[in-house]
């Protein structure tokens, strides 16, 4: 599958990016894919048991992981970030700027993040990583010094639009917020 289209820069002409669209696919999983598919058909010539419908449901659910994480898609505006997960991005993640401090990019490797699939908890842990693929990734420093990877394609760009967009927002004064609470 070919990368998405990069978003143009911004169209009010005010010299920043406004948004940003990357992506990471990983084409062996598609011959995992067929191999389980192989495997279930098999199994079910096999087996003509009540384990027969176990093993298919636990093929679908192999099936429909392994579906989520051959593609993600990542998606940057001003108001958030988006992780659109698998080819129909049914399963989505959104974090609003607002927690994000911080974006760099970096060269991920699988095995120092535990291998592929989404890795560790951002809640429990502090640290995930999102891992497609090997290659370029976007670093996420959220607030409370949370850490998430993605591997996606044109990170160094991401990490820009998202460093010039927390770079124009407009910083709250400890005075206004308790004034505002009034």
Known sequence: MPPLPQQPDDPA???GLASWTGSAHNSWLALVLVI????GAVMNLVLRSSAAAYLNAAHLVALFVLELFSLVRVSVDPRELCIRYGHLGWVRQ???LG????ASDFRLEPMQ???FGYRGSLRFSGRAALVVRAGPALGIELDGGKRLSISVDDAERGARVINRLLAQRIPVRAGAR???RG
Request: without cysteine; hydrophobic residues 40%.
């Open 13 to 15: 002409g005010g010299g």
């Open 94 to 96: 959104r974090i609003a």
């Open 99 to 102: 927690r994000v401090e911080a």
């Open 36 to 39: 389980v598919i192989g495997h």
């Open 178 to 180: 308790a004034s505002a």
């Open 113 to 115: 993040h535990g291998g």
